[in-house]
């Protein structure tokens, strides 16, 4: 029996309804595969935690997560109570870096049972390979001369070598594994250190994989090409604004970004992974148990492949796409299921399918 020590938090809003959600759905899957479970421990570092402590989880937080095997997040963020950069820096970005989940995993295909918004699409099934340690996301910056009429607010994007040839490594890796096709995200036009940088990398990256093909697309026209022919994509690779930004619009032409799902992989194994949906916290819809679990189930098969259980991952991805197709659907993809209801119908195909 395998059994795997798993930190949990569920963070703000409707990471509070779809992680328990998923989690039921992990333990029956655990529980089909007969030599496998989880050990599940809660950890309630959220906005409202930082009300009361003024910090988004404990000083000895990243120390405690690091005796787990993996982490499993919802999503954080609750700008009504804590301004979001300090949220998601105070916890989120924090795991993400200090954990060295260099890797942000994000695929998109079309579901069976799934109306996507795009008319008449050709089937897709894309991964998006994020930059997640540095980019637009830096520390670099600053503000000066505020309240004048010079004021202004400075953000320095970092692109080390290392970190961009890890993520295109990684990308052209899995293209390897998949319909051999990396396409670079870039912007090298209009940006004009970092983004020729970063086509450089990745012309240099490219020869040590000759039978991939590859693609250099700007950004502005690679999100048009995700709505006019999603299809032609294998595995893209993106900084981690463009990643972020692509991945939204992934979810958002599979049918809602309540079903894209994301895995924040430390890639050298030597620090917990983290496994959670490219959503956030659906302040507009928290406390209503009418959140999508969708992309959190689909992020627990993400965790289930990483851990080496990909025929387990892949059957709760089929009795995922057996609910939706039964039509069990919550609101946001046409139907009137609630997140329970969606839930309990995944765990039964889940049962009908292992028989
Ligand atoms: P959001 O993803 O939370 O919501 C955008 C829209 O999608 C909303 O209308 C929401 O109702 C809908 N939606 C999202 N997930 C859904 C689901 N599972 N089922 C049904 N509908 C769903 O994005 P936002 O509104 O920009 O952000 C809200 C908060 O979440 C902010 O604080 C933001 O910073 C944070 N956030 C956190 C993460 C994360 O922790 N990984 C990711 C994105 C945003
Ligand atoms: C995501 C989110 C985060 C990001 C935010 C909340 C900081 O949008 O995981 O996609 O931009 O990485
Ligand atoms: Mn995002």
């Known amino acids: 029996m395998n059994r795997f020590e798993i930190a949990v938090i569920p963070g703000d809003g409707i990471g509070n309804e779809v992680v328990p959600a998923a989690i039921r759905v992990l333990d029956a899957a655990a529980e089909i ?22 910090e988004m989880m404990p000083q000895d937080g990243i120390a405690t997560l690091r005796n787990f095997d993996q982490i499993f997040l919802g999503a954080v963020g609750m700008p009504n109570l804590v301004p979001d950069h300090v949220s998601l820096w105070g916890l989120l970005i924090k795991i993400r870096r200090e954990m060295n989940q260099s890797i942000n995993v994000r695929p998109a295909k079309l579901l069976r049972g799934l109306q996507s918004p795009l008319r008449d699409p050709k089937q897709f099934d894309l991964i998006v390979v994020r930059e997640n340690s540095e980019g637009e996301y830096s520390e670099i910056g600053g503000r000066i001369h505020s309240g004048s009429d010079d004021e202004m607010a400075i953000q320095n994007a970092v692109f080390t ?9 990684y990308a052209f890796e899995l293209a390897k594994q998949r319909r051999g096709h990396v396409t670079s995200a870039t912007k090298s036009n209009g940006i004009s250190h970092s983004m020729p940088f970063w086509d450089e990398v990745f012309r240099q990256v490219q020869q040590d ?8 697309t700007h ?14 994509f294998d595995v893209i690779v993106a ?12 979810g958002a ?17 030597k620090f917990p992974s983290m496994f959670e949906p490219v959503h956030g916290s659906a302040p507009d819809i928290a406390g209503r148990g009418i959140a999508n679990p969708a992309g959190q189930i689909w992020t ?3 965790m289930l492949d990483f851990l080496g259980y990909q025929e387990l991952g892949n059957l709760l991805l089929d009795a995922l796409e ?20 969606v839930t309990n119908a995944v765990i039964e195909n889940l049962k009908k399918r292992a028989k």
């Open 300 to 302: 627990g098969k993400m």
């Open 219 to 232: 950004i502005d026209a690679l999100a048009a090409f995700f709505v006019m022919k999603p299809h032609i």
């Open 33 to 54: 595969h007969g030599g496998l479970s989880f050990a599940w421990t809660h950890f309630p570092w959220n906005c409202e935690y930082y009300l009361k402590h003024g």
């Open 322 to 341: 057996d609910t939706l197709e039964a039509g069990i659907k919550t609101g946001d993809i046409g139907g009137r299921a609630n997140t329970g209801e």
């Open 239 to 250: 900084s981690n604004l463009f990643g972020d930004i692509l991945t939204d619009l992934g």
């Open 209 to 216: 994989y000759p039978d991939i093909q590859t693609a250099s």
């Open 161 to 169: 070598r290392k970190s961009t040839e890890r993520a295109m490594r």
């Open 253 to 269: 032409i599979m049918g809602s970004i309540g079903i894209a799902p994301a895995a924040n992989l430390n890639i050298e194994r």
